[in-house]
């Protein structure tokens, strides 16, 4: 049974830093493609960016390129979501998420989610 579990979110002010990390069971993250999503009510999750069984990384928000980074630790098969230089934007549930399509771009795919954590940037 797959389980994901996301941590680290919370209150951060403009310009700020937060380390999401996403801790999983049942899947190995180093085989897997392990994306990050954000939602804000009301709109669809967007697929922030993916690390591949590769480790070869894309982004698909243009506005977190060169603020946000994706990593992995295959020992503590966990993968991070490092934000950087936070805007109110940003704010959002973040979720992570495990799927086999090394190209992905929406939702539909990935099989496995986290129950999401909140991000607020705010003054």
């Known amino acids: 049974q797959v389980h994901l579990a996301e941590s680290g979110g919370g209150l951060v002010q403009p310009g700020g830093s937060l380390r999401l990390s996403c801790a999983a069971s049942?899947?190995?993250?180093?085989?897997?493609?392990m994306g990050w999503f954000r939602q804000t009510p009301g709109k669809e999750r967007e697929l922030i960016g993916v690390?591949?069984?590769?480790?070869?990384?894309?982004f698909y928000i243009e506005s977190v390129k060169g603020r946000f980074t994706i990593s992995r630790d295959n020992a503590k098969n966990t993968v991070y979501l490092q934000m950087n230089n936070l805007k109110l934007e940003d704010t959002a549930v973040y979720y992570c998420?495990?799927?086999?399509?090394?190209?992905?771009?929406?939702?539909?795919?990935?099989?496995?989610w986290g129950q999401g954590t909140q991000v607020t940037v705010s003054s």
């Open positions: 690390i591949r069984s590769s480790g070869g990384i894309t």
């Open positions: 049942g899947v190995t993250v180093s085989m897997y493609a």
């Open positions: 998420a495990a799927g086999r399509n090394m190209n992905p771009r929406a939702t539909r795919d990935f099989g496995s």
